[in-house]
């Protein structure tokens, strides 16, 4: 069975920094390109980052760039986003997801129960 | 970036019937959209992705058309567990992927 766990989640304040974890376990996760998706507290979805299975290739979101970064750990069968520079509009629950394709978009298959994030003084 | 809109905000259906949700792209995005559906308090789900295709262990009242801009989700007989959000994704322009805004499918 698939599973995506998310951890590192809580409360920030504006300017701090955060790392989320997501531990994968069920598939061959080295296989995979894994995303990072994100929903403010009572909106829609917005997708923030991916990785290749490789590490090699990264993508994001525009509101995001240069403050996070996504990474991974293939040994660990983890995925990791560093959150710098934290803002209010970066308040969201936070799923670890993974790519149902290989190297272009891709909707996500299975998803974490996601975890939150609140960035606020 | 490709925006997608979905209508209408709120669909109210009762059980049994049937249900239409819509998603358009501000640009073609040919056959790479996907829907999900998620429910309160929970992950969403993927439900139909290359706009027809269902996912794995999805029932078969699920149903997805079109291509290009204009796309929809149908719900040929709705059951109890079907009343939640639903969103569209684009993920033919990529980075971004985008999604719509969701429509919330409730009980009438």
């Known amino acids: 069975e698939v599973q995506l766990v998310e951890s590192g989640g809580g409360l920030v304040q504006p300017g701090g920094s955060l790392r989320l974890s997501c531990a994968a376990s069920?598939?061959?996760?080295?296989?995979?390109?894994m995303s990072w998706v994100r929903q403010a507290p009572g909106k829609g979805l917005e997708w923030v980052a991916n990785i290749k299975q490789d590490g090699s290739e990264k993508y994001y979101v525009d509101s995001v760039k240069g403050r996070f970064t996504i990474s991974r750990d293939n040994a660990k069968n983890s995925l990791y986003l560093q959150m710098n520079s934290l803002r209010a509009e970066d308040t969201a629950v936070y799923y670890c997801?993974?790519?149902?394709?290989?190297?272009?978009?891709?909707?996500?298959?299975?998803w974490g129960q996601g975890t939150l994030v609140t960035v606020s003084s | 970036e490709i925006v997608m809109t979905q209508s209408p905000a709120t669909l109210s259906v009762s059980p049994g019937e049937r249900a239409t949700l819509s998603c358009r792209a501000s640009q073609s995005v040919s056959s790479n959209l996907a829907w999900y559906q998620q429910k309160p308090g929970q992950a969403p789900r993927l439900l139909i992705y290359g706009a027809s295709t269902r996912a794995t262990g999805i029932p078969a009242r699920f149903s997805g058309s079109g291509s290009g801009t204009e796309f929809t989700l149908t719900i040929s007989s709705l059951q109890s567990e079907d009343f939640a959000v639903y969103y569209c994704?684009?993920?033919?322009?990529?980075?971004?992927?985008?999604f719509g805004q969701g429509t919330k499918l409730e009980i009438k």
């Open positions: 994704q684009q993920y033919n322009n990529w980075p971004p992927n985008t």
């Open positions: 997801a993974r790519d149902l394709y290989y190297g272009s978009g891709s909707p996500n298959d299975y």
């Open positions: 069920g598939f061959t996760f080295s296989s995979y390109w």
